[in-house]
């Protein structure tokens, strides 16, 4: 998904009404997860809309607990292997190879690994089908293969709030270190020197650090940098709320601005495909000469080979970096080697006190997944039963698609009323497939049927939902977001539409590549714009007009095949006629 321009304000044109006429769901317990633990959810007759579909019992019932074999790959605090004792047989064997560790797995109903522990499609075919759960201690799920737990039918879960504050020190820890030389000048006198005109540092107190990514980790860095250190804050982060940010005193700004006016820059956000290698030669060029960069995130989201070139031609001045491509990096690694570099071994989420969280967080969603509860720290996909797929499938990708479309065309897409018309609708399953949509692109976890809710609790974000009469099982899903624009959705022949964007009616394919944006309806419009996307060899695959009355304004879909060029797409944006123009990749 992308979009280069992500505020949309159609608010004027936002005249949508919905009946308040509500239709109470059927009661109904459907089954998500193949594979020997089936989970079940019960719906109960009017009570889906408020509440959380996820049960977290904390039943201590070891009747089924006989044959549970739990492999520990990687160390965990005590704590969490006395809860998983209770429920099982632990086997702690650490520092498996690839080949060990398929050997073994096939004995196993869980496996707990942390972040070095790669948990391939080949452990799952290994498996055979037993292994049922995957823990994570900790945040970061980019060691699993989430697509392959899936496809076998295993639940992955992790621990995300146990290590935030561990990681948030740490980030801490080597901005100051590195402002005042702490590592190089310690190295310096064990090798009995003694030079304090060599290791003069740099204050903290005023200068400015920019947070990149505002999540949880990134929140606590950012309150620690400026109530403790003095420091302005800024933050990017496509996704957070300005308001959570202005309640602590920090601006959130745009990744240019963040990067260009930062002495220190420090990275919080997770490593997914829109954030792999984000950092790189062209965006160190837009750094403040001598910025000095502070990773304890993931080492993906840097471009190693371009961060040597940077330190070495000044740009950045220094690098603090916990986190790397390959873990360990390779003993000749020129960034770890680097004299402007100083490093942690992956040691974020390694304090005493975070690993004792971790480990019960994660022993007690292993746990609760091993006894067929439905659990809050769920990441990956569940398989639906056939039937249902069946039924909603066509719905359930208009449904993501809607959120995907809410997202790109209101960044902050944090108040989503949803409104079904339909006959009979458990909407469970489509509420989720929207919240997929409007944050799985920006959030570590893949988001599913089990953590939908749970998640867009935590982000803020809040969905309500109306059912009104309608005559097929879904007529049409409008969202209403933030109050600033709605648009509805419809199934046609068999395919996803975006049908209604305010007051417009449209009828858009949600596929592929589309340009959207209000204009005034005027002659001569789609002759200019043709003309420029073919001057930029891009082809149209159709174009909807849609407008309420003559010579007034109209909103305008062009689906293209090409993914247009910013070029291209400020040029039809700067035709006088046009408004809000908002590229939508689907
Ligand atoms: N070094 C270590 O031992 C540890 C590392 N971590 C890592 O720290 C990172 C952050 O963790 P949390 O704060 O718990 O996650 P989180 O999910 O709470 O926050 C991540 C934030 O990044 C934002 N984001 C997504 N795409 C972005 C982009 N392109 N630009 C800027 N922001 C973007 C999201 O909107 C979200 O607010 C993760 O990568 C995690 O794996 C976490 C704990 C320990
Ligand atoms: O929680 C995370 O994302 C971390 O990076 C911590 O990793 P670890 O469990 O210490 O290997």
């Not at 601005?257 to 837009?286: G, Q």
């Not at 902050?412 to 018309?421: L, P």
């Not at 714009?529 to 891009?538: A, F, K, P, S, Y």
């Amino acid at each position: 998904m992308a979009c280069t321009k992500a505020t949309f304000t159609f608010s004027q044109y936002c005249s949508d009404r919905c009946s308040s006429s509500r239709r109470r769901r059927r009661a109904s317990a459907v089954s998500f997860f193949n594979g020997n633990s089936v989970m079940r959810l019960s719906s109960h007759r009017g009570a889906l809309l408020t509440n959380n579909v996820l049960e977290t019992s904390k039943s201590k019932d070891k009747s089924s607990s006989n044959n549970n074999i739990i492999l520990v790959s990687e160390k965990l605090g005590e704590a969490g292997l006395k809860v998983l004792r209770e429920w099982g047989d632990v086997e702690c064997a650490y520092d498996l190879s690839p080949e060990e560790l398929c050997s073994k797995i096939s004995c196993c109903d869980a496996l707990i690994v942390r972040s070095a522990t790669k948990v391939t499609r080949e452990v799952f075919q290994a498996s055979k089908g037993r292994l049922k759960v995957v823990g994570r201690a900790g945040v970061g799920i980019d060691n699993v293969d989430l697509q392959a737990a899936t496809e076998f039918g295993c639940i992955v879960v992790n621990a995300p709030t146990s290590n935030t504050v561990a990681a948030a020190e740490l980030a801490i820890a080597h901005l100051a270190a590195m402002a005042r030389n702490v590592a190089r000048a310690d190295a310096s006198m064990k090798a009995s020197k003694w030079e304090r005109n060599k290791y003069v540092g740099v204050s903290m107190v005023g200068k400015t650090v920019a947070i990149m990514g505002f999540g949880k980790v990134g929140y606590e860095v950012a309150r620690r940098a400026k109530a403790a250190l003095g420091m302005n804050v800024v933050a990017h982060d496509p996704y957070a709320s300005a308001d959570r940010a202005s309640a602590i005193g920090v601006h959130l700004v745009s990744f240019d601005e963040a990067i260009s006016n930062a002495d220190f820059i420090s990275l919080h956000m997770p490593l997914i495909p829109s954030t792999h290698k984000i950092f790189n030669h062209t965006s160190f060029a837009k750094m403040k000469r001598g910025a000095r960069i502070i990773n304890v995130a993931r080492g993906g989201v840097i471009d190693e080979d371009d961060l040597v070139r940077a330190l070495d031609d000044g740009t950045v001045a220094e690098a603090a970096l916990d986190v790397f491509t390959e873990e360990p990096p390779a003993k000749d690694s020129k960034l770890v080697k680097h004299e402007k570099v100083t490093v942690t071994p992956h040691l974020g989420g390694s304090t005493k006190e975070a690993q004792e969280g971790v480990a019960i967080e994660i022993a007690e969603a292993v746990m609760g997944a091993l006894k067929g509860e439905l659990s809050a720290r769920a990441v990956n996909a569940p398989a639906v039963p056939t039937e249902l797929v069946a039924e909603l499938a066509p719905y359930v990708v208009l449904a993501e698609k809607l959120g995907r479309v809410a997202v790109q065309l209101v960044s902050e897409s944090r108040d989503v009323k949803v409104v079904y018309r339909s006959a009979d609708l458990d909407t469970r399953l489509l509420r989720a497939m929207i919240i997929k949509g409007l944050i799985e692109p920006t959030s570590n976890s893949a988001i599913n049927l089990v953590n939908a809710d749970f998640i867009a609790k935590e982000k803020g974000v809040r969905i309500s939902e109306e059912i009104i009469a309608g005559v097929e099982l879904i007529d049409s899903i409008q969202l209403q977001i933030s109050n600033v624009i709605s648009i509805e959705g419809k199934v046609k022949y068999g395919s996803p539409h975006l049908t209604r964007v305010g007051s417009f009616d449209v009828d858009v394919s949600l596929e592929g590549n589309l340009i959207l944006y209000r204009q005034v309806d005027q002659p001569g419009m789609i002759g200019r714009v043709g003309t420029i996307l073919g001057q930029h060899n891009i082809n149209v695959s159709f174009m909807s007009l849609g407008r309420t009355c003559r010579r007034k304004m109209a909103i305008v879909a062009i689906g293209v095949d090409e993914e247009p060029s910013k070029e291209a797409l400020q040029h039809i944006g700067s035709l006088p006629a046009i408004q809000d123009l908002v590229f939508l990749k689907l």
